[in-house]
């Protein structure tokens, strides 16, 4: 089963705040990927995942895409798995759950 590198969720001090590996199915670092590479070239834009709340269970990662413009900042909070389709149109991203 492939794995995403993710940040850690902010927890108490047992945890640390190194990369977690979370298991994923194949189809999920796709999403990701695209999303990604959407994001990355965008001024303003970015895309970071994070490790979900239910600790130790495979697919357990959120994604939240940010994009912040002067003093405006939007954002974007999902879990990976409710995702089942990103589509790239032009200049935006079309993001189906």
Known sequence: MPTLQVQARPT???????PVEIEVD???????????DWAAPRQGWE????????FDRAN???????FVAGEQTSSLLFRLEQ????????SELLLRF
């Open 60 to 66: 357990n990662v959120e994604g939240e895409l940010l």
């Open 83 to 90: 995702l089942e389709a990103v589509d790239e149109l032009e």
């Open 26 to 36: 194949e189809a999920l670092t796709v999403l990701a990927a695209a999303i990604e």
């Open 47 to 54: 895309f970071t995942l994070h490790e979900g709340h239910d």
């Open 12 to 18: 108490p001090g047992e945890r640390s705040d190194q």
